[in-house]
């Protein structure tokens, strides 16, 4: 079975839900681009009082609230224009948190808003494969999420492949990682597209929002891609230093693909299910890191930190990321040439 990647969970100083402020961002940009997809897209049936909606990727709060709320929002706006009804007093929302098992639900739980107006409800599972009844999901959402692969691709970590990485990520430098890791994410994708083609009603709309690369740049010519870099060459010095062994830090690779526009746009094609109503670059006040090390390096533990420590041991984990700090300002100037990468918005509706 193959491992599953999840965001530090708690509510402590190094948890998600303390350092998620950069994600946070793209969902407070995207709130106007929803509400107007829904007051213009989105079918209601006024003759049905339940309406469910689904997190993908949901990770511990406090994003998720936020989304599943502009969500709310905007169907009962639309949904009072309609029908001059109060919703409040006609429609049952049930929100339905997903994300892999090992994903941190009772921190979730514990920090629900407790003004919600709404049900809840945990679904762990892969999103890569189908986690609700069929036709039972009204709108899907998936925010940071889809740059996660279910698996390294295969050949990366054997040395006897053309397509064996010398680098911890796709650095797109390499013609054959790069190939195999697209592989992978096509697989993925597609397998995700057709899960919310079988769960979304007709008409049914699917958010997704996240980072991807422009058309012709490479990873490691962005700020994200640098930055793991980074850490590829911190997790070297303290292999180096005796806390890491050498040959399985050569094979260990982050299942990680930001995928280039072109690419995203191709597989929603070829999945069939769904009308691309908007494909778009979304910027934000937080688009790029700020170059400060403190941040970096705890933005690095709060993602890649649990992956590390399973694989390597606390004790490696905790020499790593304080290399990256103490390393980070000799890697600034460069972080400041960085080609920008992107932020997307899309909108799909279920045909």
Not at 45 to 64: E, H, K, L, Q, Y
Not at 142 to 158: E, F, M, N, R, T
Not at 336 to 347: E, V
Request: charged letters at 25%.
């Amino acid at each position: 079975m193959a491992p599953t990647y999840t965001m530090a969970g708690g509510k402590g100083p190094n948890s998600y839900s303390q350092h998620s402020t950069y994600q946070k961002a793209l969902l407070e940009v995207a709130k106007e681009k929803i509400s107007e997809a829904i007051s213009t897209k989105l079918e209601i049936n006024s003759a049905s009082n339940r309406f469910n909606i689904a997190d993908f990727g949901c990770s511990t709060g406090p994003n998720t609230f936020l989304a599943v709320q502009n969500i709310i929002d905007a169907v009962g706006q639309r949904y009072r224009k309609e029908t001059q009804i109060n919703p409040d007093d006609n429609i049952e929302f049930q929100v339905l948190f997903n994300d892999h098992s090992n994903n941190d639900f009772n921190t979730l739980f514990q920090t629900l808003p407790p003004t919600k107006r709404y049900f809840v409800a945990g679904v762990p599972g892969s999103f890569f494969g189908r986690v609700l009844p069929r036709d039972s999901l009204h709108v899907g959402h998936c925010s940071y999420s889809l740059h996660w692969l279910s698996q390294v691709p295969k050949g990366i970590a054997d040395r006897s492949s053309p397509a064996w990485n010398r680098d911890i990520h796709c650095t797109g430098f390499s013609e054959e990682v790069a190939e195999a890791y697209l592989d992978q994410f096509k697989i993925d994708m597609g397998s995700f597209l057709k899960a919310r083609g079988e769960e979304l009603v007709s008409g049914g709309l699917l958010f997704l929002l996240g980072s991807c690369v422009p058309d012709g740049v490479k990873m490691s010519e962005t700020m994200k891609g640098m930055l793991l870099d980074h850490l590829g060459n911190c997790l070297n010095d303290v292999a180096k230093e005796g806390l890491i062994n050498q040959e399985e830090l050569n094979s260990f690779n982050f299942p990680i693909y930001p995928a280039h526009v072109a690419e995203f746009k191709s597989v929603i094609e070829d999945n069939g299910c769904f009308t691309i109503e908007a494909f778009e670059k979304i910027s934000h006040a937080n688009e790029e890191f700020p170059l400060d090390p403190e941040f970096l390096a705890t933005s690095n533990r709060v993602t890649f930190g649990g992956v590390i420590e399973s694989r390597f041991g606390k004790e490696a984990m905790e020499r790593t990321n304080e290399l990256y700090e103490k390393k980070c300002p000799e890697i600034l100037p460069e972080l400041a040439k960085a080609k920008s990468g992107m932020q997307f918005f899309i909108m799909l509706r279920r045909n």
